[in-house]
T-cell receptor
Framework: GAVVSQHPSRVICKSGTSVKIECRSLDFQATTMFWYRQFPKQSLMLMATSNEGSKATYEQGVEKDKFLINHASLTLSTLTVTSAHPEDSSFYIC???????????FGSGTRLTVV | AQSVTQLDSQVPVFEEAPVELRCNYSSSVSVYLFWYVQYPNQGLQLLLKYLSGSTLVKGINGFEAEFNKSQTSFHLRKPSVHISDTAEYFCAVRPAGGTSYGKLTFGQGTILTVHP
């Protein structure tokens, strides 16, 4: 079945630095990638939607200059948290869908801790 | 716009007992419906989905769900749970038809805890 590989699974960074999270679709072409943020014991909050080769569409309230999304190929999307602060600590999850995939394959998530 | 309400935030149950996790949705258009399971510190795994056809949908791990359009519900059931079913379960919807990249709207999640 469809697989999305997300790395790293855990990252600890210092306040003020940037962190890049990668999501790769291993066996299908991900025409669309979704990036979510999940706070402890809460549901997933959609941050942005990206289509391959296009600029990402950000949800209201999400800072596009802070959360940089790149979807340069049909198999790779990246989320870069720039100038990270402790309040950016969270669980970030990507999800990919292909041309005929209504199942939204999810990555395994990245636990970001900013100290 | 769509909204999803999972009526129970936590459901404790004993092993081998049946379980039902409730999900109601609101939408002005037809929807596709999904149930996902999330284990600690992991992403979401698709349990089952309803796109069209038979309203009773069977998924992985012995789960099934029934789409009830009149009650706008999509409750998840399992006749006999195992310890390994302990996880958080999310109901989600998206508008039907159109492109494949419609946005999912998630419920708040239900934590299922199976006790021995």
């Amino acid at each position: 079945g469809a697989v999305v590989s997300q790395h790293p699974s855990r990252v600890i960074c210092k306040s003020g630095t940037s962190v890049k999270i990668e999501c790769r679709s291993l066996d299908f072409q991900a025409t669309t990638m979704f990036w979510y943020r999940q706070f402890p014991k809460q549901s997933l909050m959609l941050m942005a939607t990206s289509n391959e080769g296009s600029k990402a569409t950000y949800e209201q309230g999400v800072e596009k200059d802070k959360f940089l999304i790149n979807h340069a190929s049909l198999t790779l999307s990246t989320l870069t948290v720039t100038s990270a602060h402790p309040e950016d600590s969270s669980f970030y999850i990507c999800s990919a869908t292909g041309a005929k995939n209504y199942g939204y394959t999810f990555g395994s998530g990245t636990r970001l801790t900013v100290v | 716009a769509q909204s999803v309400t999972q009526l129970d935030s936590q459901v404790p149950v004993f092993e081998e007992a049946p379980v039902e996790l409730r999900c109601n949705y609101s939408s002005s258009v037809s929807v596709y419906l999904f149930w996902y399971v999330q284990y600690p510190n992991q992403g979401l795994q698709l349990l089952l989905k309803y796109l069209s056809g038979s309203t009773l949908v069977k998924g992985i791990n012995g789960f099934e769900a029934e789409f009830n359009k009149s009650q706008t519900s999509f409750h998840l059931r399992k006749p006999s749970v195992h310890i390994s079913d302990t996880a958080e379960y999310f109901c989600a919807v998206r508008p039907a038809g159109g492109t494949s990249y419609g946005k999912l709207t998630f419920g708040q999640g239900t934590i299922l805890t199976v006790h021995p």
